[in-house]
């Protein structure tokens, strides 16, 4: 368990120090490819579905709460032993519509809206990784972008303050926070991609951009959420951080979006294709 050895710490020092268990974690895996980051793919949409279910699923009966994590259970099995894009999309839409029906409009939305939520995240990240170096230097490209924008956003926010962003979704971010986290997300991903392949797409500060952006927008659909239920923290399994789904927020979402970006100008094979 990642919070032994933390007690007596300070709350940012565990948030560091957290950080950089996972990331060594995450970089290893990514690295390994095939079924070791496949591993990493389900873990993450296993963790955040089960945080998603804690936060959102008083109003859900038992039946569709079981319901969803079988169908999400499938997606993961899926995602490990197949490549096969369609297979894997028709499975996790299928299992999502069939948890709406039968939970019905009061309580079979949020488990559906949460499975995707979970599995098609997890979906990205195994088919951007894929089974090349391509595909490792673009799952490093979406890490770098995003840490980028995740730290330096918390840091110059705090150093700078000022107005907020969205108050009504997050009450502690703030526009000098954002605007510091996508210069820094943006820079991270020309400065990774130039080292790459100095021949890279030069779509990449667009795309860093975009990612950037889009990264802070699922973190502050989580905080939303959150706030919706009244809840502080998705959870408690990470030091310093809370629940997974407060690591990752920004993550899933900027790996959807890299994802929908390159299968569509691309491939949904090789959507890793449009970085380098």
Sequence with gaps: MIGIGFSG??????????????????????????????????????????????????????????LAW?????????????????????????????????????????????LFYAGFPAIALTLLRGDTGDGFAAILFLFAVVWATDIFAFFNGRALGGPKLAPRFSPNKTWSGAIGGAAAGVAAGVGFAAFITPAGSVSVPLIALLLSIIAQIGDLGESWVKRRFGIKD???????HGGVMDRVDGLVAAAALLYVIGAILVTPETPYDILF
């Design 9 to 66: 710490l300070s709350n940012l020092q565990k948030r560091i120090l957290s950080a950089i268990v996972l990331i060594i974690i995450a970089v290893v895996l990514t690295s390994l490819g095939g079924f070791a980051f496949g591993i990493l793919a389900c873990a993450i949409g296993l963790s955040v579905f089960y945080e998603w279910q804690l936060i959102s699923f008083q109003r859900s009966t038992s039946v569709t709460r079981g």
């Design 70 to 114: 079988v169908c999400l259970i499938c997606v993961m099995v899926v995602l490990l032993f197949t490549q096969d894009v369609l297979t894997m999309i028709s499975v996790l839409v299928g299992g999502a519509a069939l948890v709406a029906a039968i939970g019905g409009r009061a309580n079979g939305y949020w488990p559906a809206f949460g």
């Design 234 to 240: 998705s959870g408690q399994l990470i030091p310093g």
